[in-house]
């Protein structure tokens, strides 16, 4: 998945803090390119989680988020 989202420039947007998290950093380490990972804990209400993408995606600058990883709720 991170492979793909890299190679379309897309962001990821995941429940999957077990593993997806791991394979991210080590991607980092390796220097490979990751638009941004965004984790969000499966217990959130998804009005939060989609105002706070909203928010995201309104006040981002392009690549803000290169190699990233982001945990939702922002607040």
Same mark, same amino acid.
């Given at each position: 998945m991170l492979a793909w989202a890299a190679?379309? /420039?897309r %962001? +990821? +947007?995941t429940h999957d803090a077990a593993t997806m998290t791991?394979? %991210?950093?080590d991607r980092g380490a390796q220097k490979k390119r990751m #638009? /941004?990972?965004f984790e969000v804990g499966s217990h +959130?209400?998804?009005r939060d989680v989609i *105002? *706070?993408?909203?928010?995201l %995606?309104?006040?981002s600058l392009e690549d803000e988020w290169e190699g990233q990883v982001?945990? +939702? #709720?922002l607040r």
């Open positions: 190679s379309e /420039g %962001a +990821l +947007l791991t394979f %991210a950093y #638009p /941004g990972r +959130l209400a998804v *105002d *706070d993408i909203i928010l %995606a309104q006040c982001i945990y +939702l #709720p």
